[in-house]
């Protein structure tokens, strides 16, 4: 079973999150800021991390400049309602390994989640 950290402050994110993966066998754990979401990484192991860009107590930003180097990041996705190039072009050159603008279309969500865990 692969697990999931989803760090987003909408709690509809979440629940469409969790609706579109019910069928695969994937354990997700939520959080809805950013001091959460580093907390999580640092204390658990997770295959893929879900990251919204803004976020209270810290955005997706602070949160990848803090893991920055770790040997045991997983592979994660940046998720923001701002469909801006330049923002995406930064957001893949800070280690990002996909990113997915909102609203999330349930079908690129599976196709990015399935190719990163190759499952």
């Not at 069928?23 to 959080?31: F, L, N």
């Not at 893949?92 to 690129?108: N, Q, R, S, W, Y």
């Amino acid at each position: 079973m692969h697990k999931i950290l989803v760090a987003d402050d909408e709690e509809e994110v979440h629940l469409l999150i969790k609706a579109a993966l019910k069928d695969y066998d994937i354990q997700i754990h939520s959080v809805y800021n950013g001091c959460d979401a580093l907390d999580e990484i640092y204390r658990h192991h997770y295959d893929l991390v879900l990251l919204d860009i803004l976020m209270p107590k810290g955005s997706g930003g602070d949160f990848m400049r803090a893991t920055l180097g770790r040997a045991t990041l997983p592979p994660i996705v940046m998720i923001s309602a701002m469909n801006d190039a330049t923002l995406i072009k930064n957001a893949l050159g800070i280690g990002a390994a996909a990113f997915i603008v909102k609203p999330i279309d349930t079908t690129e969500l599976r196709s990015t989640i399935k190719k990163l865990l190759k499952c």
